[in-house]
């Protein structure tokens, strides 16, 4: 099996993964509630992965400022990581194959710390 080696690697990933996302029950509700035209978020997401993996300066963007405003738990995170790591599997082997994945928990970490955060300042607030 290869490694993630190029952006059709990429494509093959991000294709198949959001493919999966919306056949997901936990997942795809909240993916419906923003995204109505796939193709957009779909060559965005092989530009943050282009970049990630192989350091191409391909996007641009805030990735946290489009989740800060997601209803999701714990659970929709740890949906996420599954569902991103048997696709990873199914297709690839190798360094790169496990980076993505290392690097898919990592921010989904730092995603969920920065939620908590902005939680319990809100609540400080209030
Ligand atoms: C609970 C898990 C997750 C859910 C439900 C989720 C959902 C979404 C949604 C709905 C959008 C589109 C937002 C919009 O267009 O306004 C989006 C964008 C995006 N997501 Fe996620 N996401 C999750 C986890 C992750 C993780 C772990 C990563 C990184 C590995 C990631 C990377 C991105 C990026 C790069 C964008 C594009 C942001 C931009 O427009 O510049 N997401 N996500």
Same mark, same amino acid.
């Given at each position: 099996m290869a490694d993630i080696e190029n952006m059709d690697s990429i494509r093959l990933l991000v294709d198949d993964f959001y493919s999966r996302v919306r056949e997901d029950v936990l997942l795809s509700p909240v993916f419906a509630e923003f995204i109505v035209d796939w193709q957009p978020h779909l060559l965005k997401m092989y530009a943050f992965w282009n970049t990630i993996l192989f350091?191409?300066? =391909?996007y641009?963007?805030?990735?946290?400022?489009?989740?800060?405003?997601? &209803?999701? &738990? &714990? %659970?929709?995170?740890?949906?996420?990581?599954?569902?991103f790591g048997e696709?990873? =599997?199914?297709?690839?082997?190798?360094?790169?194959?496990?980076?993505?994945?290392? %690097?898919a928990e990592i921010m989904a970490n730092m995603f969920q710390n920065r939620m908590s955060q902005l939680k319990d300042k809100?609540?400080?607030l209030l």
């Open positions: 350091g191409v300066p =391909d641009k963007g805030n990735p946290f400022a489009h989740h800060a405003k997601l &209803t999701v &738990t &714990t %659970r929709h995170f740890y949906r996420w990581l599954e569902l696709t990873v =599997d199914l297709h690839f082997e190798g360094h790169k194959a496990e980076e993505a994945k290392k %690097r809100n609540h400080v």
